[in-house]
T-cell receptor
Framework: RKEVEQDPGPFNVPEGATVAFNCTYSNSASQSFFWYRQDCRKEPKLLMSVYSSGNEDGRFTAQLNRASQYISLLIRDSKLSDSATYLCVVNEGLGAGNNRKLIWGLGTSLAVNP | SQTIHQWPATLVQPVGSPLSLECTVEGTSNPNLYWYRQAAGRGLQLLFYSVGIGQISSEVPQNLSASRPQDRQFILSSKKLLLSDSGFYLC????????????FGQGTRLTVV
C-alpha cells in the first residue's frame, strides 16, 4: 500500500460545480496534513493546511478523518482558474528536524470547463 | 516575509557535464532546506534535506550531491550528468520545527541531452 494515495483523475467538471478529492494515508502516527496546488510546469504551492476540526478558506474546505486515515478537499463553485493538480501531503515528522518526512501523493488532476 | 529563489529556471546540459543549481532563502533563519525532483508524470521525490549548515542527508542513492555552505543557501551538484537526471528540480524550505508546511522555489527544468 502506498503511503499516501490519491485518485489521479482527471476530474472534468463544469464551472460552478462542486468537486471533492479524497486522499488516504497509511501511517496512523502522521502528525499534520496539507493540500498543495500545482499548475502545469510550476512549483507546488500551499493551498491549505488540514486541521483535525476541519477548516474552510473561501470556496475550499478541508477535512481530516484520523480514524479512517483520510483527508478530503472540497471545492465549491468551481472556477476555470481552479484547473490544476492537487497534491495531498502528510507529515510523519515527530519533533524538530523531522520535517523531511513529508510524504507526497501523486496528485489529482482537475479540469474545470466553461 | 520569506522568499525563496532558485535558478536557473531552465537548463539544457549534455551528458557528462557538471551541474550546479543554487537556492537561497530570505527572511528567515535556520530553515530546513530540501531538494526534490519531479520526473514527468510522477510525484515529488525527496533527494536531500538539511537542518543546518554543513548538515546534509541523502534520501536516495544517486548521481547528485548537495551542500549547504551558508545558513540560507542550498546547492545541488553533479560531476557528470546522466540522461536519467533530467527532470524538474525543486528547492523548498520549512521552518525549523516539526509539522510545518514547505514552500517551494520556482523550480529548474533540467534536460540532459
Amino acid at each position: 500500500r502506498k503511503e499516501v494515495e490519491q485518485d489521479p483523475g482527471p476530474f472534468n467538471v463544469p464551472e460552478g460545480a462542486t468537486v471533492a478529492f479524497n486522499c488516504t494515508y497509511s501511517n496512523s502516527a502522521s502528525q499534520s496534513f496539507f493540500w498543495y496546488r500545482q499548475d502545469c510546469r510550476k512549483e507546488p504551492k500551499l493551498l491549505m493546511s488540514v486541521y483535525s476540526s476541519g477548516n474552510e478558506d473561501g470556496r475550499f474546505t478541508a477535512q481530516l478523518n484520523r480514524a479512517s486515515q483520510y483527508i478530503s478537499l472540497l471545492i465549491r463553485d468551481s472556477k476555470l482558474s481552479d484547473s490544476a493538480t492537487y497534491l495531498c501531503v502528510v507529515n510523519e515528522g515527530l519533533g524538530a528536524g523531522n520535517n523531511r518526512k513529508l510524504i507526497w501523493g501523486l496528485g489529482t488532476s482537475l479540469a474545470v470547463n466553461p | 516575509s520569506q522568499t525563496i529563489h532558485q535558478w536557473p529556471a531552465t537548463l539544457v546540459q549534455p551528458v557528462g557535464s557538471p551541474l550546479s543549481l543554487e537556492c537561497t532563502v530570505e527572511g528567515t533563519s535556520n530553515p530546513n532546506l530540501y531538494w526534490y525532483r519531479q520526473a514527468a508524470g510522477r510525484g515529488l521525490q525527496l533527494l536531500f534535506y538539511s537542518v543546518g549548515i554543513g548538515q546534509i542527508s541523502s534520501e536516495v542513492p544517486q548521481n547528485l550531491s548537495a551542500s549547504r555552505p551558508q545558513d540560507r543557501q542550498f546547492i545541488l551538484s553533479s560531476k557528470k550528468l546522466l540522461l536519467s537526471d533530467s527532470g524538474f528540480y525543486l528547492c523548498a524550505w520549512s521552518a525549523g520545527r516539526s509539522n510545518t508546511e514547505a514552500f517551494f522555489g520556482q523550480g529548474t527544468r533540467l534536460t540532459v541531452v
